[in-house]
């Protein structure tokens, strides 16, 4: 595939569980003069060293999941990206709600300093019991929550072409209402538990 600065096409993904289908925020953005945002070379995936579901899907069966996803969105006319894998995150063998912000919040500004040689990751991360989704967005979400995927973009003086350019996104897949789930007390258990469709439609955003 050859390198693109094509506006990357991984979206929002936010599986509603009181409907059958993935919930998708814009997946188009832009800066103030209207200018999308496009990815800058090609696109590196940093994944984790765990697993979405241990018994369930092991973390080469992880890995399998995202790539068909990419490769869905690769299949687009008009689509012209460029994605590899990268080194794994360094996480010790799984991340979890302790170390993920080592990776989720890492190298953002320097992903921006226009040196070709620093480093960006763009973490994918398995949260397999949900209290990564649980500690970005509150008590019990992990049950209603199953995944967030965006990029991450920093403010410039200048708006321009500079401006509008990606280096740095993330995914988060959760793995909670995924048998076995655990429940927790005090909060609503999952409305659906997810087969294996609605993990594919998580992922590859088929709404």
């Known amino acids: 595939m050859k390198k693109s600065r094509q506006l990357f096409v991984l979206v929002l993904l936010c599986l509603s569980l009181s409907a059958p289908s993935a919930w998708a925020g814009s997946f188009l953005k832009s800066n103030i003069n209207g200018q999308a945002f496009a990815w800058k070379g ?18 080469e069966a992880s890995l399998k999941l995202v790539e068909e996803a990419f490769h869905q969105w690769l299949s687009v006319p008009g689509v012209d990206l460029d994605f590899v894998w990268g080194p794994q995150l360094s996480d010790g063998g799984n991340t979890t709600r302790t170390n993920y912000r080592e990776f989720y919040d890492s190298s953002l500004h320097a992903c921006y300093d226009d ?6 990751l763009s973490p994918i991360i398995f949260d397999e019991d949900g209290s990564i989704i649980e500690d970005l967005f509150g008590s019990c979400t992990q049950f209603s929550t ?25 995914a988060i897949f959760s793995g909670a209402c995924i048998a076995p789930v655990v429940e927790k007390e005090g909060c609503p258990p999952c409305e659906r538990i997810l087969d294996a469709e609605d993990v594919k439609s998580l992922i590859t955003h088929e709404a």
């Open 42 to 59: 090609q696109v590196i995936l940093n994944a984790e060293q765990g697993a979405l579901k241990e018994g369930v899907y092991d973390h």
């Open 115 to 120: 040196d070709e040689d620093t480093e960006c």
């Open 146 to 170: 199953m995944g967030v995927a965006s990029f991450k973009e920093i403010s410039r003086q200048d708006i321009g072409e500079e401006a509008t350019i990606i280096k740095k996104a993330y």
